[in-house]
């Protein structure tokens, strides 16, 4: 029983919400200040793997890509975990995540899935309010004075 090892992985999505509550449909997930379409960053950095796709490739790619939600296929972050040990039943994960660029609502959707097991999968939704944080405060507070002193 050493050799016990069982595999689980926490998916974790963010959807910026409307006042009302509803999804904002045009999101584009923007996380911690990177580009939302990691393809485009592939194709503007002219990376290896952009270079070796073919035209329909990339065409299939892009289609798949365009839409009303971008958000409901982009992983905020894909975590794994192993359990090595055949008697826990429960323990504690931590993960982080880049907060949101913009302030406002968001709901995260957290999926938790087993690679063994087919029906061993947990879902949840949190709503949480993210506030503009202490450093952009601070920032935009040396911004205004640089301007209150240019115009003196």
Not at 36 to 63: C, G, Q, R, W, Y
Not at 114 to 134: H, N, R, T
Request: charged share 35%; net charge negative.
């Amino acid at each position: 029983m050493q050799a016990y090892r069982e595999s689980w992985f926490i998916i974790v999505r963010a959807y910026k919400l409307n006042e009302d509550g509803s999804r904002m449909s045009n999101w584009d997930g923007a996380m911690g200040g990177s580009n939302p379409n990691h393809f485009e960053v592939l194709k503007e950095n002219k990376h290896a793997i952009f270079d070796m796709l073919t035209e329909d490739t990339i065409a299939s790619f892009e289609k798949e890509f365009v839409g009303s939600d971008v958000s409901d296929r982009k992983v905020i972050v894909g975590w794994p975990f192993v359990i090595s040990n055949v008697a826990q039943k429960s323990g504690k994960v931590k993960i982080h995540l880049p907060p949101p660029d913009v302030p406002g609502k968001y709901e995260f959707s957290v999926t938790i899935k087993s690679q063994e097991f087919l029906c061993g999968v947990e879902e949840f939704k949190l709503v949480v309010d993210i506030a503009q944080g202490v450093k952009k405060k601070k920032e935009e507070k040396q911004e205004e004075d640089k301007e209150g002193k240019k115009d003196k």
